[in-house]
Nanobody, 120 residues
Framework: QVQLVESGGGLVQPGGSLRLSCALS????????MGWYRQAPGKKQRELVA????????NYADSVKGRFTISRDSAKNTVYLQMNSLKPEDTAVYYC?????????????WGQGTQVTVSS
């Protein structure tokens, strides 16, 4: 059973930086596209922040382009989200996602979430 364990959230001032990490266990890392989603206070839907395929190709939400960078380390089975120039509107619970891209398809896996608060 795939498990995702996140770390790295916290409180940061506007303009600051944080790096989130998500370690995958119980599965073959290269079989999964990895992503970060977030759910802001008072919002029901999670939004995609960034995603990265097994080959390293990445895509970003328009709101974070140029500020956030997603990367993956196959030796550590870990995906990272480097967040720079943080804004108060980046405040949210951030969730790691793993989506199997090799047949057979499985339901997505989710981490437990990590709180990011951007405030002075």
């Amino acid at each position: 059973q795939v498990q995702l364990v996140e770390s790295g959230g916290g409180l940061v001032q506007p303009g600051g930086s944080l790096r989130l990490s998500c370690a995958l266990s119980g599965g073959i890392f290269s079989f999964y596209a990895m992503g970060w989603y977030r759910q802001a206070p008072g919002k029901k839907q999670r939004e995609l922040v960034a995603a990265i395929g097994s080959g390293g190709g990445a895509n970003y939400a328009d709101s974070v382009k140029g500020r956030f960078t997603i990367s993956r380390d196959s030796a550590k089975n870990t995906v990272y989200l480097q967040m720079n120039s943080l804004k108060p509107e980046d405040t949210a619970v951030y969730y790691c996602n793993a989506r199997r891209i090799i047949i057979p398809v499985e339901a997505d896996y989710w981490g437990q979430g990590t709180q990011v608060t951007v405030s002075s």
